[in-house]
């Protein structure tokens, strides 16, 4: 099955530090997603993106698709930013379509 | 709204009790979805309903069952489990699961952290 990794696995940031955050995927995909997921346990839906550029505030995406990646940026760091960054491709099933197959996540504290 | 709502949060449960998980979503998405989360990995997916039918069973094991009594509702019956069960269990809901992936964007609920003893 499709290999979708990310990097770094742990990351920690001061305050107001900017970041990148990357995804891997083995395969060619037609959809990516990337989540936050806080410390309480809550994913939230940062970006459906499977191929260019998007921004939302302080974070965008950008997906390569044809290179096999993605990217998140994460600008002006804040201590909310915190939790485990996940990217989610998917994983096509004879007949069903496609499901959501999650990367390996990046964990990251930003202190303040 | 997108909002997908789960209860209960928190459950304990022993090996020999019989618990229901719950999840509502008033989107109109058609698609809902289980995922079981350990502690520092990624959600892994359990089952998927397509039109309050089972389209997906990740080869669970039996003591899940879930249900989908409506569109807007989805259900996972417990029972029998086992301590490797502890763990968070998420909901999820999208328009579709099927092959426009516009459709696919998923939403998630708060999850219930379920615990064996």
């Known amino acids: 099955g499709i290999q979708v990794e990310q990097s770094p696995p742990d990351l920690i940031l001061q305050e107001g530090a900017n970041s990148t955050l990357r995804c891997n995927f083995s395969?060619?995909?037609?959809?990516l997603q990337w989540f936050h997921q806080n410390p309480w346990g809550q994913l939230i839906n940062l970006f459906y993106i499977p191929s260019g550029t998007k921004q939302n505030g302080r974070l965008s995406a950008t997906t390569v698709a044809t290179e096999r990646y993605s990217l998140l940026y994460i600008s002006s760091s804040q201590t909310t930013d915190s939790g485990v960054y996940f990217c989610?491709?998917?994983?096509?099933?004879?007949?069903?379509?496609?499901?959501?197959?999650f990367g390996t996540g990046t964990s990251l504290t930003v202190i303040p | 709204d997108t909002e997908v709502t789960q209860t209960p949060k928190h459950l304990v449960m022993g090996m020999t009790n019989k618990k229901s998980l719950k999840c509502e979503q008033h989107?109109?998405?058609?698609?809902m979805y289980w995922y079981k989360q350990k502690a520092k990995k990624p959600p892994e997916l359990m089952f998927v309903?397509?039109?309050?039918?089972?389209?997906i069973n990740e080869s669970v094991p039996s003591r899940f069952s879930p249900e989908c009594p409506n569109s807007s509702l989805l259900n996972l019956h417990l029972h029998a489990l086992q301590p490797e069960d502890s763990a968070l269990y998420l909901c999820?809901?999208?328009?579709?699961?099927?092959?426009?992936?516009?459709?696919?964007?998923?939403?998630f609920g708060a999850g219930t952290r379920l615990s064996v003893l």
């Open positions: 999820a809901s999208s328009q579709e699961s099927g092959t426009r992936i516009a459709k696919n964007i998923q939403y």
């Open positions: 395969d060619s995909v037609n959809n």
């Open positions: 989107m109109g998405h058609r698609a």
């Open positions: 309903y397509s039109y309050e039918k089972l389209s």
């Open positions: 989610a491709v998917p994983r096509r099933y004879l007949n069903t379509g496609n499901q959501f197959y």
